[in-house]
């Protein structure tokens, strides 16, 4: 089986040696090292997203962004409130799925796939329930590659009075998100995204002082937030079994992210990656499926050229045996695949994947030299 390939997908992603080899040490969950470990990881958390102890504070939740984001919403949206999820796409739909199987009581807001959810709307919305509490919402969803304004809508958030909750999985470590400038009160993200980690934690960055309030509503004990905070709180010390290899390899991650110039930087390698895929796609008869005003910089979903027969698995399976991994499509209404561009990704990797993606439309014939 050829592992040499390089992932084009939103994560998890591409990432260096120096962070696998972190992952050759074992260690032990009860040892003061460890623990320090996740501390530092912690304070890293905050620095990046703008914010300090004590108005924020970060917890680091075993298992995937799922994880992260169905802990959020079951320990922080009580019995007596109501959650409205803004959605437009299958990330913020996964939010009411979660919710249904909670019992939660929440409103669905349903935009299309290529449009924002408007924070007029939301406004309007809230101004007609006063019941609602929480608003949810996903920045970068990557079934489509669009980028949500959560700016403009946690903005009329904090005007109403209610809380913020933000699924940042793709975005957080890629786009500079200044979390309480926007009136953040829980971002969820993943160990394996743009921090450039691997699989295996998820963590929230939560306005402590509503966090603190959360306590006893928790409808699961494994995904207890507030409980999960108050050990880590601690000394560093995970309630449950920690993913220590992952731990590790995350906080190297967080090392290369400072040593790259930091999200600023990082932020202008994908725009540049996705402004370049784009471009070069565009020459090979490839649309983008996002009006480039709301497209964001970690994943592009592209319509088939006209007139093409070729499936997504023989154009997969061809660039795969070549170097690179591709992403299904995910939009309902549309035919479309997806190529991502964060992780250890850069321009020669983009220019290369265009020059083998010229090769195959040659080769099945659906491309005239």
Partial sequence: MNHNYKLLTPGPLTTTDTVKREMLFDHCTWDDDYKAITQRIRAGLLRLAHVSEPAYTAVLMQGSGTFGVESVLTSVVGPADKLLICANGAYGLRMGDIAQHAGLNYLLYRQADNRRPEAAHVAQLLREDPAITHVAMVHSETTSGILNDIESVGRVVKEAG????????????????????????????????????????????????????????????????????????????????????????????????????????????????????????????????????????????????????????????????????LYPGKVTEADTFRVGNIGEIYTEDIEQLAAIMADFLKEAGKWAS
């Fill in 162 to 325: 209610r809380t913020f909750i933000v699924d940042a999985m793709s975005s957080f470590g890629g786009v500079d998100i200044p979390v309480e400038q926007y009136g953040i009160d829980f971002l969820i993200s993943s160990a394996n995204k743009c921090i450039q980690g691997v699989p295996g934690f998820a963590f929230i960055l939560a306005r402590r002082s509503l966090l603190e309030q959360s306590a006893g509503k928790a409808r699961s004990l494994s995904l207890d937030l507030y409980d999960q905070w108050k050990t880590m709180e601690q000394d560093g010390k995970w309630r449950f079994t920690s993913p220590t290899h992952v731990v590790l390899a995350f906080a190297k991650a967080m090392e290369e992210l400072d040593a790259e110039g930091g999200i600023p930087a990082r932020a202008a390698r994908y725009a540049a990656n996705q402004r370049l895929l784009t471009e070069r796609f565009a020459a090979l008869g490839f649309r983008p499926y996002l009006d480039p005003a709301v497209q964001g910089p970690i994943i592009t979903s592209f319509f088939y050229p006209a007139g093409s027969t070729f499936t997504f698995r023989e154009m997969y399976d061809y660039i795969k045996a070549r170097g690179y991994v």
